[in-house]
């Protein structure tokens, strides 16, 4: 049992709140246990340079954490300073949300997705994703609505979920007490389809054997499943 | 009447959530109308070098915008560039803040205000420094609670309010869409006492005669009174 | 009486230098006491990317004190930083000059008004402001002169003075040294008209009741027009 | 076949030329087909302040490409701007190095490892792991060789190796060309006890089955044994 | 003749005013024909991180340009960016000053050289150098004074001059419009004993031959001496 | 005769290999003694803003040291600050190389010049010239193969040595560790017409005679000869 008095492979409770910022075409803010977080997308009719020769569109993801978002130590601002955890988490965050339909279909338009963390509790870089992918799907049918673009495109959902292990525990949806505990940490983002699409694991204290790797993967792929389905009702 | 049906000398509604991020000194969601921002107080027990010499405390203030914040257009992060607006405002905060109690009384200590902007709708620098007062009490009484001062200090609360002056018309506590159709915009920081503790009057439009000027001051120090009522129950 | 032997109301001597950098569409070497500051108006022709939908032109204020302007401590260059008072004060001194003038009149330019502090005893930002509306109208007469625009636009004249309140007394144009004294510190930039342009006060010590204020305002109206006759001259 | 006449499972060529900088405790010229890279081991006795009070020590990995290191096109230089993906990699690369060994046993002291690119033809990332795990060893031997640690710690040597899926097939050790082309591109960081150390799995175009994921770990655990064989002559 | 009217080998009128900005170590503001430049010296009682091995003191020289310093482009402030060609002169300058006595004399101590243009008709660097050899004597002066040093450190005195060559033709001290016409433009750094401290020769149209250079270089020694006796009275 | 056995006036060995990185227009990986240094040429079709209304081509020279080209202690990386020996050496070498033949040939082209030291043990100013020297040939010629231009330009070839004066002693292609020991350090380009393109002379210690700089002239004269004879049969 855990602390929190979940048992090893159960998630924290998921709450979504839909259109927390009003008059943006996407908006969510995101709870999962004490972790919580806005996501917005919003719209822009041009693209990056360094696309501009292919015929698509593009998603571009960022990543913050506000000043008093842990009780551990203020967070000071990214003014003259770039934070190297932020930028390998939203280049994560971003290179997955790209992978979910074909960009050619969004040609000429950028959707950023803004991922605030108001309170961190371990999981961060997914509890981003997840309400990233609402939003994203709020963007587009707020482009279809605006003509933008002539129909929604074929979506393949994805959902991301950290996953610990520590000994011959595996355990789920970590918080940050946790997550400091553990021997190793995997973040699997994978879709509806059972597909993955990205993997990151940190063995920080002790690397992994393929034997757990692999039963990780496993429940990595059905929780987020289950976590698809909370947020394809939005 | 003006759009949202309101009076000239009219507030919008202030809902004010405390403890809005748990286990920091002091947190709170603030909203004014529309405009929604989340304030932080966080301690640091070491003072800036400028002020070493001084056998003081320092209060800092920071204002940003999120990005998703205005329907308008998306507000870029501040990563490697500077907001002058953002630096204006957030002096006008901390110097006010700093004049409500005796900075001696927090000799080596820097509490830290944070105020994030989640959604915009006119008058963020006011609706900032009015929750920027809410989480300064709470860090004090937190400061309290750890023994790191001896007493509470007697503290003058201060609120802000800004008022447009349009033609012969005074309006106050303006939205986003009335700031840009004003002659003039003024915002004042008073004092409980009635006292003023800074005046910024931008008349952008045309300049203001001192009859009017002289109006607006009034009802500035009587509205922020009604603000410092509701603020001192947190 | 004060140190310099100046009444309470007394202004500093002005002197102005013209054209004391040659060639370029405007410059003046203003001294208020020992108060040095070279003001320069150059024109570009090309707007803000901001304004570019609209049919106006700009004026764009820069402000920063020389490394020895003063004589207690080296000021550094804002290579690779930002020095945040700075910006406010020339986002003061630019609001007010575009307010001058209306700037339709001048679409498509920029006048850039450079304020270099050489030396600083006090009010550099109100002189820099005083020096800053002479040069402004001459690159408006540069700009005549090289037919880039029709006609002078109609200039209401504007011009700032700081003023110091102790105990009761009312003292104007402050030195740096009663500056560090005084319980609060009001600029006031008023018009030809007797108009309030912009005031900041900001109570350092003691916040000011509203009978002083209004004093203060009187007096700010009255020897900004004195001023403002002096500039009227170049 | 593989344009380069590689079979699919076929590692490139890996040249090795160490101390190809005289005089520092460890480097490097690493090759790996057309991929070169200099890793560069250097040792500073202090470390950063975020792990001061922890009794461990540190190590340091920076990454970059030299300006020509690719035909395609020059890269610029980091001078006042940072590259995203460089610091992904960076970290990735730092990250597995301080898992090989116990860093209490470098109490007070940072190894800085340096890759950079001299030409870039595919698995960038990964070559420089490789090369730096080679250095870092070279680093540890010169610690003890000076006596500022006891010991040679106990190394569990880790090696890197980039794998594309393309349809059903499976290419390790991928070139510039053929990683433009595959469906996603895994990257795997994995131990001489055939441990998984990092996972990064990049589903540019398709997302990945569980079925296919699961034979490209077990081709990269082989393979980077391999790779440990060789780095382990150094 | 030259277009003022000069011969070839005639220096610009110098003109200095001591004590331009009161209350700090070293103030001039010196004036070669319409180049005019302010140079202070300010102290400082530490010494850069990178001598403080060394029992010694140090001088650091920066040089900027006012945004209004030339007529024919403004020039934007060093805010956030940084201009190579200031940071080559200063360079220049700071080289050639830390040679005009033994640092050993002024150890613990740094004294700043600033340099600022306030107008700029060519030679800037060379008369910026010689602007800031008199402050250098001032802030020496001022440290006797001031009980820093035992004793004014024996100065070798040095001057810099400016030469350009156009086919045969060899003038001294140039104009902007001359030095854009030239095909070489040399700056010379000697001392009053005739040594040559310091020589940049830019050839930036043809290069020059060893016969011309030879002349150029006696040419620069002998006004350099001059300028030398016109300095010393300072 | 010095420390590695060279008489005063003997170069150092001078290896040249070419082509060091494919498929790029101009490679080169240049040693002298243990002075190592790759330069890279490579080319945009595009002229930096400031040349745009001349009719001509632009050469850009970037310098910079690896983190372990020196045994001393590991160089930081620039990003995020600039590194002003850096900027200095990189414009002594753009300087030199724009001079070695008419930029109108060149109209719309820019050529990189990329300077890495690999290994740094003195000169490598000079060496990053040499080296640039060849590649700037290689990107000329592949301009011409590309119908880019239409012939290679006349270039007149340079070269850099580095000298170094110590009493009566001149010591030529000095070695880092007699670069600290010497009293003045020369570095002296010139061309095979003997003609003299740049002179910096920095005497660190003892300011230089007239007649020592003579012959410290004539010296390197002759030996650029030398090493441009090297250069010229790649």
């Known amino acids: 049992m855990r602390k929190d008095n979940r048992v090893f492979d159960e998630l924290r409770e998921i709450k979504i709140s839909p259109d927390f910022v009003s ?40 990543y913050s954490m506000m000043p008093g978002s842990t009780s551990k130590k203020r967070v000071p601002r990214e003014r003259n300073r770039v934070n190297g955890r932020n930028i390998e988490i939203q280049r994560f965050i971003g290179r997955a949300l790209r992978n979910t339909f074909n960009l050619k279909e969004l040609e000429g338009i950028t959707i950023h997705i803004d991922c605030d963390v108001i309170e961190a509790d371990g999981g961060t870089r997914c509890v981003s994703l997840n309400g990233g992918m609402i939003v994203l799907k709020k963007a587009l049918e707020y482009l279809v609505f605006e003509n933008k673009i002539q129909r929604l495109p074929e979506l393949e959902y994805i959902a991301a979920i950290s996953i610990g292990v520590k000994g011959k525990d595996i355990l789920i949806d970590l918080t940050y007490e946790e997550d400091s505990m553990v021997d190793a940490d995997i973040n699997i983002i994978s879709s509806e389809k059972r597909h993955i699409v990205e993997v990151s694991a940190f063995a920080e204290k002790n690397s992994i054997s393929k034997e757990i790797f692999d039963k990780v993967l496993n429940i990595g792929i059905e929780k987020n499943l289950k976590i698809i389905e909370k947020i394809k009702k939005f």
Chains 1, 2, 3, 4, 5, 6 share one sequence.
């Open 23 to 62: 008059n943006i075409p996407g908006s969510v803010f995101i709870e999962q246990g004490k972790t919580r977080i806005i996501c917005s997308a919003t719209v822009e009719y041009k693209v990056p340079h360094f696309i501009k020769e292919e015929k698509k569109g593009w998603i571009n993801a960022e």
